[in-house]
Structures are given as structure tokens and as C-alpha cells.
């Protein structure tokens, strides 16, 4: 699953940290950093919708379930090694272990009820509605996060919920109910986020090791009431489906690291363009004309978000100055 930029902004685990810094003292461009940043994330945003689209392909024969421990297995087997690899035996050290669990039982949550509504929505629609996410963020940040939401963050979710309805189209005949699916996996995903928050000091590999393995173990849990024995073509499909998620989230990450969230985000808005054309490209959908609405309006929510997030920053800078 895709994860909604607005709600990767609030995991400032991997934003802004060491590597900027070094950069400045070593003389570097800063510039060529946050350009890199922004490259990273763009071509994230072709890995993700594809990674969707070969899961939307295997829930039309495998159950949404079993498509996402299939997801989880690639993913273990290529992040876990890698990170023991990069940190040793202190990769998984963590003293906010329930934290972790948490976490990773909400983006695994996430990732199944996203797969659930792939299974019923054009891909575009459902990366869409699941944009919702910065929404329950917003809410749940006050009594979770003790913050104070301005008048301007909840115009900017109110905007963005606007931008869902659109979509949605609750009321009228072309409203689904698998829509909701999405809508759920965007509060798992603000769960996830706003545990992310509260360990922010967590090393990031630490975090996605602790995801993939918690996540693994659940779904095992659960994946042999609703087993079905894949074909080689459907485990081949499987492992693209992996890989390319699994690299589009390692892409976010490394973008984050080069240049601040509120940079990043509003490039990751792309990515509702490439689900559309490899919709259209694979399945033959065509967005229909609230879809397109909805997107742009969630799109526009999201770039004025980041461009609050800038002045706030630009603001902090100068008056710890």
C-alpha cells in the first residue's frame, strides 16, 4: 500500500536529520540534496501505484488477506536482512517496544484494508479516498499529541474531506460501499503515524524492521482460515507486488532524509496521476469526472498544507535565531 504523503509528514523519524546537517558542514550543496530529495520521491510515486495494480490483480483470484501476507513475506525478506546488514543485532533494539507494536499492527491493518477495497475500486479512486488520512491525523493528534490545531490546519482538512466526498459520492448511485475500506485504512495509517510521532527517536530502520516482522507474524495469525494455494504466476506477481512497494517506501525514506517533509510532500501528489494512467493502462478504467474533481481538490489540500508547514518552519528557524 501507498502511504498518504500528508501522513508520511508527520513521521518526523525520517525527516530532516544527520545527513543534512553533515552536508552543511562539509560544504555541500544543499540545493543538490533537495533536489535528489524530491527525485527519490517522485520516482517513488511510480513504484507504489504499480506495487497496487499487481495487488488489485491478485485479489481477483486470491483473497485480500492472503495478497497481503504475500506483500509482507517479500517485504521481510528484503528489508530484514538489509537492516541487520546496515546496523547488526542493535537494528531491532528498541525501548518503546509496545509503541512499535502498535505501529505495526496499524500499518498492517492499513494494508489489508486497502487491499480489501482494491479488490472493489478502480486503484485510482482508492489511493484517493485514502488521502484522507492527514484528516484523522489532525484529530487525533489533539487528545494523543496534547497539540493545539489551528483554524488554518482544520480549513486545510476540511478541504481535503471535501476532496473525499467528492469521490465517495455518499448518497448517490455511483457510491460504493467498499469505499469505506479505504477510508478505514487511512485511520489505521493515522494510528501508525501518530505512534511514529511519539517514538521519534527511533532509528527508522529500526521501525520499518519492527513493521514488517510484527506485521508478518499477524497476518500469519490469521492467513490460514483464508487460504487459497497460489500458481508460480501468482507468486511471481506476488514478489513484483513486494518489491515494488518495498522500494517505494525505502525511496521515501531516503528522500526524507535529504530534505524537510514539507519539501517532500506536495511531490508525492503525483502519484494520483500514475495510479490513473496504470489503471487505465492495465484494467482499461477511466476516472470519472468527480474522481478527477476529488483528486485535485485533495492535491490542492495537501500542497497548501505543506506550504503552511514551510512558513511554520521558515518561522521556528528565525526565532530560535
Known amino acids: 500500500m501507498s502511504p498518504p504523503p500528508s501522513a508520511v509528514t508527520d513521521c518526523p523519524s525520517v525527516v530532516d536529520g544527520a545527513p543534512a546537517r553533515a552536508s552543511a558542514r562539509s560544504g555541500a550543496p544543499i540545493k543538490d540534496a533537495t533536489f535528489a530529495a524530491i527525485g527519490l520521491a517522485l520516482l517513488s510515486t511510480v513504484f507504489f501505484p504499480i506495487g497496487d495494480v499487481a495487488a488489485k490483480v491478485l485479489t481477483g483470484t486470491l483473497p485480500a488477506i492472503e495478497v497481503t501476507w504475500l506483500r509482507y513475506v517479500v517485504f521481510c525478506l528484503l528489508v530484514v536482512p538489509t537492516v541487520f546488514v546496515a546496523r547488526s543485532a542493535k537494528a531491532m533494539h528498541t525501548p518503546r517496544l509496545r509503541l512499535q507494536i502498535i505501529r505495526a499492527l ?24 485514502n488521502f484522507i488520512s492527514p484528516i484523522f491525523i489532525t484529530a487525533l493528534s489533539i487528545p494523543l499529541l496534547g497539540e493545539k490545531v489551528g483554524i488554518r490546519r482544520w480549513a486545510a482538512a476540511a478541504v481535503d474531506f471535501l476532496g473525499v466526498m467528492l469521490v465517495v459520492q455518499p448518497g448517490g448511485s455511483a457510491f460504493q460501499v467498499a469505499a469505506l475500506l479505504p477510508i478505514g485504512a487511512a485511520l489505521a495509517w493515522a494510528v501508525a503515524a501518530i505512534a511514529t510521532r511519539l517514538m521519534s527517536s527511533e532509528q527508522p530502520e529500526a521501525t520499518l524492521a519492527w513493521s514488517a516482522v510484527v506485521g508478518l507474524i499477524a497476518l500469519t495469525a490469521f492467513v490460514p482460515f483464508h487460504w487459497r494455494t497460489p500458481t508460480a504466476g501468482e507468486i511471481g506477481l506476488a514478489v513484483l507486488m513486494g518489491t515494488f512497494s518495498t522500494i517505494g517506501h525505502w525511496l521515501i525514506i531516503l528522500a526524507y532524509r535529504k530534505a524537510a517533509a514539507s519539501t517532500i510532500a506536495p511531490f508525492s501528489y503525483i502519484q494520483l496521476l500514475f495510479a490513473g494512467l496504470l489503471g487505465f493502462g492495465v484494467f482499461g478504467t477511466v476516472p470519472g469526472a468527480m474522481t478527477l474533481v476529488g483528486g485535485l481538490v485533495i492535491a490542492a489540500s495537501g500542497l497548501y498544507t505543506a506550504h503552511r508547514e514551510r512558513i511554520r518552519a521558515k518561522e521556528a528557524r528565525l526565532a530560535a535565531a
Open 106 to 129: 496499524a500499518v498492517a491493518g492499513s494494508s489489508v484494508l486497502f487491499i480489501l477495497g482494491l479488490g472493489h475500486l478502480p486503484v485510482a479512486e482508492a489511493t484517493a479516498i
